[in-house]
């Protein structure tokens, strides 16, 4: 047999980086500031609802569109919390994780050779979709430290070959959310050249001092053209239910569901259930799953200032951007040290090797930190190419309030080990 079986294409997909860094985590019980995977159990109604369903024996086959009372629920959620009108019998799918509604967003709208314009650095999921679609991602870098969207780097991104605008806002992993003059601009884009719009809007609930988050299907000509795609599992932290969904006008959202029915033809029955009930809680639940994380997203910038860490305070999602070269010379040094070990990293160079902060590999030290300190993070380099991204690392704060600041002082340590 072939030694490579993976066709070309997805080579470059081989494992996420969240696979190899939680296994790193694992192997070596590190503090997981890494995987976005929520350290706190889901609300109570929405766990004993799921039983419930399993106990009432429904077991079976969920229709492909997903179980009414869920669909009901997503339409009425989105009536509620960003007066969106969608009809539940055509204008709502439920997929396999929001991952599965935009995989089969690409797959159902793009052509061989189509492109899709998204904001870079993008959930890493994209570029994958796009490779199964034979499409191609573009991509519009939002560069640090700001993160914000230049209009224009967004117009000039779009050709003759733009099928979709691929837009996640609340951002992963930046923690931006798109402003009133962001939002207006992609809009307009998307208005001028009649493309569709596919928003990953899994972190719907999660913004902070008072960057509220708009869906753009809500701006004047948008709601035509725009898939809204939100996850259960992010919202309710469950995130191993992968129960997520497309609201959009009919046309779209049948196209999804063509391609979706292929992939998973339909999602686990019972906890389609269960996240109905949790979509049907009332306004304080999400008051209070805001506030919650709000005081996480507090324990991890006072962890951060009180080891002389510099992070903007991110608008939105349970992730902060830092920049590693604050861990100074000896993050350089571990960095380099793991693009020669057996992880075969790229090779960090003798510039690192010799504890120069100025090419900091990120990559490299995430693969690193495990083992040499104890703690797990993420880099931003693997969410796009702009070589901005190589000393950005991606900390996660959706955990306990004492693994948070474990983490961030086990990363500290870093800098102060020199
Ligand atoms: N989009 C973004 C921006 C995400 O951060 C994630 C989860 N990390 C997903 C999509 C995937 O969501 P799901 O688990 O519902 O497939």
């Known amino acids: 047999m072939d030694e490579q079986p993976l066709v070309e294409r997805l080579r470059p997909f081989d494992a996420t980086i969240f696979t190899e860094i939680t296994?790193?985590?694992v192997r070596h019980r590190a503090v997981n500031l890494g995987q976005g995977a929520p350290g706190t159990p889901g609300p109570d109604e929405v766990l004993e609802a799921a039983v419930d369903a399993i106990r009432a024996g429904r077991n079976q086959y969920a229709p492909g569109w997903g179980v009414r009372p869920l669909r009901e629920a997503i339409a009425a959620h989105q009536q509620r919390h960003h007066g969106l009108e969608y009809d539940?019998?055509?204008?709502?799918?439920?997929?396999?994780?929001?991952?599965e509604a935009i995989t089969a967003a690409v797959l159902a709208l793009c052509e061989p050779g189509d492109e899709v314009v998204a904001l870079s650095p993008a959930y890493d999921s994209y570029a994958a979709a796009c490779a199964l679609a034979h499409a191609r991602l573009v991509e519009v870098p939002l560069s640090p430290p700001a993160w914000r969207l230049d209009p224009e780097r967004l117009r000039a991104a779009v050709t003759d070959r733009t099928r979709l605008l691929l837009v996640n806002t609340p951002h992963n992993p930046t923690g931006r959310v798109l402003?009133?003059?962001?939002?207006a601009a992609v809009a307009a884009v998307a208005r001028e050249h009649d493309l569709v719009v596919v928003t990953d809007e899994v972190y719907e609930h999660l913004w902070f001092d008072g960057h509220v988050h708009v869906p753009l299907a809500a701006l004047p000509g948008m709601r035509e053209r725009t898939l809204v795609v939100s996850s259960g599992g992010k919202t309710f932290s469950v995130t191993g239910w992968k129960v997520g969904w497309a609201c959009g006008p009919r046309p779209l959202v049948h196209a999804v569901h063509a391609a979706k029915q292929w992939l998973s033809f339909s999602n686990a029955t019972p906890q389609q259930y269960a996240v109905a009930t949790g979509l049907d809680l009332p306004d304080t639940w999400f008051d209070g799953y805001r506030a919650d994380h709000a005081q996480r997203r507090a324990t991890m910038l006072?962890?951060?200032?009180?080891?002389g860490l510099e992070a903007t305070a991110p608008e939105g999602t349970y992730f902060v951007a830092l920049d590693a070269r604050q861990l100074g010379p000896a993050a350089a040094r571990i960095a380099a040290g793991a693009a020669d070990g057996p992880t075969d990293g790229p090779t960090a160079g003798a510039q690192a090797a010799a504890g120069d902060t100025a090419d900091l590999d990120g990559l490299a030290l995430c693969r690193a930190l495990p083992a040499a300190h104890g703690v797990a993070a993420v880099p931003l380099q693997v969410f796009g190419s702009d070589p901005a991204l190589r000393p950005w690392l991606r900390l996660a704060f959706c955990k306990p309030h004492d693994e948070i600041r474990e983490g961030v002082a086990r990363l500290a340590a870093v800098r102060d080990a020199a």
Do not use: I, K, N, Y
Request: glycine residues 4%; without cysteine.
């Open 23 to 25: 296994a790193l985590a």
């Open 88 to 99: 539940p019998a055509s204008e709502v799918v439920v997929t396999a994780g929001a991952t």
């Open 179 to 183: 402003d009133p003059d962001e939002r």
């Open 302 to 307: 006072d962890a951060l200032d009180a080891h």
